[in-house]
């Protein structure tokens, strides 16, 4: 129970997401914090009073979400984006039918590429691809930086093996529905209205610390039972990591 419960707060407080939420609002990185505790005990309890209190909370971070996020057009084109389309207009092959001796021409170009349903439909695609890529959590977005975003590591890439292994193990249990939702709402919510938030997809907070928090009391529970370490030099593993952690917070905090 001890050793869980260190974990939570470890992965809650050692990465520079939840810092720069806190810096820039306390009450929205007080929020979160609440917010990710509540998912990790209704995850471990699956209890429903734990679930009453953790979804208006968690409505409430979605709320923010939309409200700090500048939102997108799905069928607005800027110059360079007109530009870009009349450029792949042009490479597409002319295609006619034959139909009774006339010549019929069919825009396929056109229907591809420019009714605005399809520009809704390939704006939200990029921006769900956009959302769900491991770099943007784990890696600044690297090497897919977008243009007048200051992109930041919001975990660290040491634990990216251990949210994969915790995201597994989650999404197999029996509050796989919940736990789905939660992931599942957030992701929608971005696709629609645009990534362009200087504080990140935070409602995937919970998610993601629940996630790592879970791989990592695996990995440990794993290890001790493999090898049999004695609970000091698991502890004594789990500070060096920190550790490295911690100077690679301090690193993104100088620069």
Same mark, same amino acid.
């Given at each position: 129970?001890?050793?869980?419960?260190?974990? #939570?707060?470890?992965?809650?407080?050692?990465?520079?997401?939840?810092?720069?939420?806190?810096?820039?609002?306390?009450?929205?990185?007080?929020?979160?914090?609440?917010?990710?505790?509540?998912?990790?005990?209704?995850?471990?309890?699956?209890?429903?009073?734990? #679930?009453?209190?953790?979804?208006?909370?968690?409505?409430?971070?979605?709320?923010?979400?939309?409200?700090?996020?500048?939102?997108?057009?799905?069928?607005?084109?800027?110059?360079?984006?007109?530009?870009?389309?009349?450029?792949?207009?042009?490479?597409?092959?002319?295609?006619?039918?034959?139909?009774?001796?006339?010549?019929?021409?069919?825009?396929?170009?056109?229907?591809? =590429?420019?009714?605005?349903?399809?520009?809704?439909?390939?704006?939200?695609?990029?921006?769900?691809? =956009?959302?769900?890529?491991?770099?943007?959590?784990?890696?600044?977005?690297?090497?897919? =930086?977008?243009?007048?975003?200051?992109?930041?590591?919001?975990?660290?890439?040491? #634990?990216?093996?251990?949210?994969?292994?915790?995201?597994?193990?989650?999404?197999?249990?029996?509050?796989?529905?919940?736990?789905?939702?939660?992931?599942?709402?957030?992701?929608?919510?971005?696709?629609?209205?645009?990534?362009?938030?200087?504080?990140?997809?935070?409602?995937?907070?919970?998610?993601?610390?629940?996630?790592?928090?879970?791989?990592?009391?695996?990995?440990?529970?794993?290890?001790?039972?493999?090898?049999?370490?004695?609970?000091?030099?698991?502890?004594?593993?789990?500070?060096?990591?920190?550790?490295?952690?911690?100077?690679?917070?301090?690193?993104?905090?100088?620069?």
């Amino acid at each position: 129970m001890l050793i869980q419960s260190l974990l #939570l707060i470890f992965v809650l407080f050692s990465n520079f997401w939840i810092w720069r939420l806190l810096e820039y609002n306390a009450l929205l990185g007080a929020l979160i914090i609440v917010t990710s505790t509540l998912l990790y005990l209704l995850l471990k309890k699956n209890s429903k009073h734990y #679930l009453y209190i953790f979804l208006p909370l968690f409505i409430l971070v979605l709320f923010f979400q939309w409200q700090t996020t500048a939102k997108t057009s799905l069928s607005y084109l800027d110059k360079g984006e007109l530009g870009t389309q009349e450029m792949r207009l042009r490479q597409y092959p002319l295609v006619s039918i034959q139909i009774r001796g006339k010549t019929t021409w069919i825009p396929l170009a056109h229907w591809f =590429e420019g009714r605005k349903e399809s520009i809704t439909f390939f704006r939200i695609q990029k921006n769900f691809s =956009e959302i769900i890529d491991p770099n943007l959590y784990f890696f600044a977005n690297h090497p897919r =930086e977008r243009v007048g975003i200051k992109e930041f590591e919001k975990f660290s890439y040491v #634990l990216l093996p251990f949210f994969v292994i915790g995201m597994v193990s989650i999404l197999q249990r029996h509050m796989a529905k919940t736990i789905f939702f939660v992931l599942a709402i957030p992701i929608v919510l971005i696709s629609l209205i645009g990534h362009k938030n200087s504080l990140g997809p935070f409602a995937l907070f919970p998610f993601f610390v629940v996630s790592i928090a879970q791989g990592l009391k695996l990995a440990l529970g794993k290890l001790q039972a493999i090898s049999k370490v004695r609970t000091i030099q698991i502890l004594l593993v789990s500070m060096f990591t920190l550790a490295i952690i911690l100077v690679q917070l301090v690193a993104y905090v100088s620069y």
